[in-house]
């Protein structure tokens, strides 16, 4: 069984990230198959809109550390994402020049917001709840939120990122992180009727305002990037990083040093 499904509807790509039994948390494999799926949204004449959501139920409960922390501990990006993919992150690599409508519901934690945040529409289910979580697992962002959460929530997202609180789709709709939300189980279908009313549109203008809206954040998301890459080594070298692991498999709560 695939970890994402790939299919075309119309104009539409969907893109189903199905690792229900493991919360549908993103691996190497992952990251991989949603950039090479983003590749093939962009260079297709006939794909104007992408959607992306989750099998099961919820959306991601985050990063699969045990698979990608190698990666990113050795500052190898390469071996994160692939020469012929997208980044769906708009962070290390080229992102996709084509529009990306995030479905989410039940759970969306980490990568899921950033993902949402690098995005031209979110929308979310009833009951979602959110969370930025790395800083209580002895870790930080690396999918952008540490620029663009603040710049999009403003001082509440300044919170989240620095407290690990969660907060409910309500919060995120009032905050501005998702377009709207929809009755538990219309997730899907709400963000494929948005998809098609974006595909109506001229794909040359549509991508052009995409292009103009990102230029006005290069400087912002160059100078996180750079500070992420000089600080990423020493936090994940940390004793907090192991101990924040250590507690995620115990069960408890992390009593972190500063070292």
Not at 78 to 92: K, R, T
Request: with cysteine; proline share 5%; glycine share 8%.
């Amino acid at each position: 069984m695939s970890v994402v499904t790939v299919e075309r509807e119309g104009p539409v790509l969907l893109i189903g990230v199905n690792r229900p039994d493991a919360y549908n948390l993103w691996d190497l494999e992952v990251i991989q198959t949603v950039s090479r799926a983003y590749r093939t949204l962009g260079d297709d004449p006939d794909l104007r809109v992408g959607v992306i959501y989750g099998h099961g139920g919820g959306f991601t409960a985050g990063l699969d550390l045990a698979s990608v922390a190698p990666a990113v501990a050795a500052g190898d990006l390469s071996m994160v994402y692939p020469e012929d993919g997208y980044d769906p992150w708009d962070l290390f690599a080229e992102p996709c020049p084509k529009p990306v409508v995030v479905a989410a519901h039940g759970t969306c934690n980490t990568l899921g917001i950033e993902l949402m945040l690098a995005s031209q529409v979110a929308i979310a289910a009833e009951g979602t709840k959110f969370a930025q979580l790395e800083v209580a697992r002895g870790v930080f962002p690396l999918g952008g939120a540490t620029f663009r959460l603040p710049a999009r929530l403003g001082s509440a997202g300044y919170r989240y990122l620095v407290s690990a609180e969660r907060f409910d789709a309500d919060a995120a709709l009032r905050l501005g992180l998702i377009s709207e939300t929809v009755p538990k189980g219309t997730h899907l279908e709400r963000a494929v009727e948005i998809a098609n009313v974006i595909a109506a549109n001229a794909p040359l203008a549509v991508q052009a305002a995409i292009a103009s809206a990102r230029a006005a954040e290069r400087a912002s998301r160059d100078a996180a990037r750079a500070v992420l890459l000089e600080r990423n080594s020493r936090v994940l070298a940390s004793a907090d990083v192991a101990e924040g692991i250590s507690a995620l498999i115990e069960k408890r709560a992390p009593v972190f040093q500063g070292r």
